[in-house]
């Protein structure tokens, strides 16, 4: 059954891992879609308009900077959100061991995630736009150590709270 006031649980570490995959692969394939209408772009008579310089320069600008920055911007706004959920929870320690099998699985699926990610950038056609994304293929190749970083730091945070009383909000005196 579904709890109402459920706020955060052992999965968000895996569906930390799936978003983040599923931004990295979509990113790329974004990039690259942007640089085949680009050449395009280049190649036909719209590169002889007064606009052009302004269409070719938004391209270079979404190719360049929007598509890593995005998703460092969608990276960290997931740590933190993790963080806070992780912050909110309150889980009897007893459930530590859900969370390190979770954080344990999420590791392993990760690896097979970044090496599906490395096929997918070894591609001929993509290889070439991705030396361009540093950063998201850095996130990637990392992701194991990542995962484990984050999910250690917010298993520290769920289980080291102190509380105090029967939690149920009321104050017993």
Request: glycine fraction near 8%; avoid cysteine.
């Amino acid at each position: 059954m579904l709890r109402k006031n459920k706020r955060a649980d052992a999965t968000d570490i895996f569906l930390f891992l799936i978003i983040i995959f599923f931004l990295a692969v979509s990113f790329v394939v974004v990039g690259f879609a942007n640089s085949k209408i680009k050449s395009i772009i280049d190649t036909t008579a719209l590169n002889e308009s007064a606009a052009y310089s302004s269409i070719s320069s938004s391209f270079g600008n979404i190719n360049d900077f929007v598509v890593q920055r995005g998703f460092l911007v969608f990276f960290g706004i997931l740590i933190i959100g993790m963080m806070v959920s992780a912050f909110l929870i309150r889980v009897h320690p007893v459930f530590i061991f859900l969370y390190i099998i979770t954080l344990g699985v999420s590791i392993f699926v990760g690896i097979y995630l970044a090496n599906t990610y490395e096929i997918i950038v070894s591609n001929g056609q993509f290889a070439l736009l991705s030396e361009n994304y540093a950063m998201l293929t850095f996130v990637m190749q990392n992701i194991a150590t990542i995962l484990l970083a984050v999910g250690a730091l917010s298993m520290i945070i769920i289980f080291s709270k102190i509380t105090i009383g029967s939690g149920g909000g009321s104050n017993d005196l």
